[in-house]
């Protein structure tokens, strides 16, 4: 099964890789079942002039919005460290090349080669998510 690791992705970086993915989605659980969830749904009770509302179902659409990507994120993730149970982390789920290092640093839980998502992109299908610096 081993063999199927390709030899830039030795078992040092898949063990430091695991680590990343289990982070991430422990994080991403940690945030979804805490904090601005039950804050959304508070303040949907409190009375508010129509100023606030729009700005309030603002707010909302973008909480629901970064959770979907989160979800998917999250999913991605599992798939990640299945991958890596399996020992096929690292190879592109489409063409069987590797995955460079770099985009791996990058998206950890990437299922693409570049050139393969490239692909995908560009028919904005399965798009594997990258999400930047956490900007809060
Ligand atoms: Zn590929």
Excluded at 75 to 82: E, I, N, P, T
Excluded at 102 to 121: F, G, M, S, T
Aim: one cysteine or more; proline letters at 2%; a negative charge.
């Amino acid at each position: 099964m081993s063999g199927v690791m390709n030899q830039k992705t030795g078992k040092g970086a898949v063990t430091r890789f695991r680590k990343i993915l289990e982070e991430k989605g422990t994080d991403i659980r940690t945030r979804m079942s805490t904090g601005s969830f039950a804050e959304i749904v508070h303040r949907r009770g409190e009375p508010s002039d129509e100023g606030d509302l729009s700005q309030q179902s603002h707010e909302e659409w973008l909480f629901v919005n970064r959770n979907q990507l989160e979800i998917t994120v999250l999913k991605q993730v599992d798939a990640a460290l299945r991958r890596i149970e399996r020992g096929t982390f690292g190879v592109c789920l489409e063409c069987e090349e590797p995955i460079s290092n770099k985009r791996l640093e990058a998206v950890p839980w990437a299922r693409y080669c570049i050139r393969c998502q490239d692909r995908h992109n560009a028919l904005s299908d399965a798009s594997d998510i990258v999400i930047e610096e956490e900007d809060l």
